[in-house]
Structure formats: structure tokens, C-alpha cells
């Protein structure tokens, strides 16, 4: 009964690397974001998405990529991975509420992303 | 732009009593939302409490509450009869009401250990 779920939830890399990070949200929620938390766990707004639509780019590098293939599914590819990469990276996703207002973002467990 | 400052880094509280979380922000919209979220050593984010800026009422949920001053720009949660399981990192956030993907601005956490 899993509301959102990321794969995989650690990740230990070599500088270089191309990798990517899933997020699946079973609450039928229209909006999906990712956020990263660095080591200092300070959290930021990376992308978000409504309805397979990008809403936000944060200023993030282009090696990051998001894909949503569906509603229900966003993920994160990074290419050419860096030490600087490493940090917990968070799904998350909200409702339409009334009136087509957003509402509450729920959290995925976050990945671990370690580069070494 | 929106920012979140939450001024303790860390607190503690012995089991049983009563603790606040302070937070500040600075926004100029009118209309917006503002959170807790709780981060626990398991690392899931978890939502503590919301709170709508055009509501005068201040939010609770069973033992947390807020000080929610619009005018001061405060937003300050308060955890009674405090239990080991609170014991974790609290981060406020901002959001802007109003349209899709709207991103949450966070603070840079407190951390909060309760002692018994």
C-alpha cells in the first residue's frame, strides 16, 4: 500500500557514470516533484511536473533529465555523474485540490546517491 | 522569492513536556500555505501539520499546534507532552497557493531530540 515509492533507495556510483532514479506514486495525484537534500540536509526544489507536463526547472544542470512517461510515474537520469551529485534525492507529489488548487506534497523515502 | 529561516538548529526536551519550533518567512503574496515536516533518522519525510494564510485559526493535529502570525510573518510549532518518537529533524516550508507545481521553500531544519 505504498503511496510513493522510489528505486532504488541507495546508490553508490563512480564519478562518470549515467544513472536513474524512479518514482511511482499510487495516489492518483496530478503533480510530481523531485527534490534534493544535501549534506548539510538542506532541501531544494529541483523539478516538478503536472500531468506529465514540466512546471519548474530549477536552474538544475542539463545532465539531469526528468521523464514522465505517465501521471503516476516521474523519473530522474544524470549523466555524467559528479562528486558534488551526491545527496538524498526526494520524490514527491500532490493532489488537484478544490477549484484546481494544489495541495500537501507527499514524500517518497528518498535515495541515497553516493559518488565516489 | 520566498525564504524560510528557522533560527534553532537544534533543542532538546525531556519526555512529557512541551517544546516550540520557531519559523520565520518573508513572502510578498497574500495567499499562500505553510507546513512542518518531520525527518526522522529513517530519513522519510513526514507531514507534521498545514496551515492556510487566509485562515485566522490556527491549526493543530492531536499534539502539535502552530502560532501562525501573518502580519509578523511567523509560524512557530508547538509539540506537547513531547514522546521519544518525536525526536528528529522539523523543517517549516512555504508554498504559494495557486496554480500547478508550486514548489515548497524550506527552512534549514531543527533538529529536536527528546530525552528521557
Known amino acids: 500500500d505504498t503511496a510513493v515509492s522510489q528505486t532504488p533507495k541507495y546508490l553508490v556510483t563512480q564519478m562518470g557514470n549515467d544513472k536513474s532514479i524512479k518514482c511511482e506514486q499510487n495516489?492518483?495525484?496530478?503533480?510530481m516533484y523531485w527534490y534534493k537534500q544535501d549534506s548539510k540536509k538542506f532541501l531544494k526544489i529541483m523539478f516538478s511536473?503536472?500531468?506529465?507536463?514540466?512546471?519548474i526547472n530549477e536552474t538544475v544542470p542539463n545532465r539531469f533529465s526528468p521523464k514522465s512517461p505517465d501521471k503516476a510515474h516521474l523519473n530522474l537520469h544524470i549523466n555524467s555523474l559528479e562528486l558534488g551529485d551526491s545527496a538524498v534525492y526526494f520524490c514527491?507529489?500532490?493532489?488537484?485540490?478544490?477549484?484546481?488548487?494544489?495541495?500537501?506534497?507527499?514524500f517518497g523515502p528518498g535515495t541515497r546517491l553516493l559518488v565516489l | 522569492a520566498q525564504t524560510v529561516t528557522q533560527s534553532q538548529p537544534e533543542m532538546s526536551v525531556q519526555e512529557a513536556e512541551t517544546v516550540t519550533l520557531s519559523c520565520t518567512y518573508d513572502?510578498?503574496?497574500?495567499?499562500?500555505?505553510l507546513f512542518w515536516y518531520k525527518q526522522p533518522p529513517s530519513r522519510q519525510m513526514i507531514l507534521v501539520i498545514r496551515?492556510?494564510?487566509?485562515?485566522?485559526q490556527n491549526a493543530t493535529e492531536n499534539r502539535f499546534s502552530v502560532n501562525f502570525q501573518k502580519a509578523a510573518k511567523s509560524f512557530s510549532l508547538k509539540i506537547s507532552d513531547s514522546q521519544l518518537g518525536d525526536t528528529a529533524m522539523y523543517f517549516c516550508?512555504?508554498?504559494?497557493?495557486?496554480?500547478?507545481?508550486?514548489?515548497?521553500?524550506f527552512g534549514a531544519g531543527t533538529i529536536l531530540r527528546v530525552k528521557s
Open positions: 496551515q492556510e494564510a487566509y485562515k485566522q
Open positions: 495516489l492518483g495525484h496530478d503533480t
Open positions: 511536473y503536472n500531468n506529465k507536463e514540466l512546471i
Open positions: 513572502t510578498s503574496e497574500n495567499n499562500y500555505y
Open positions: 514527491a507529489s500532490s493532489p488537484r485540490g478544490l477549484a484546481g488548487r494544489q495541495e500537501t506534497q507527499y
Open positions: 516550508a512555504f508554498m504559494k497557493h495557486g496554480g500547478y507545481g508550486n514548489k515548497l521553500v
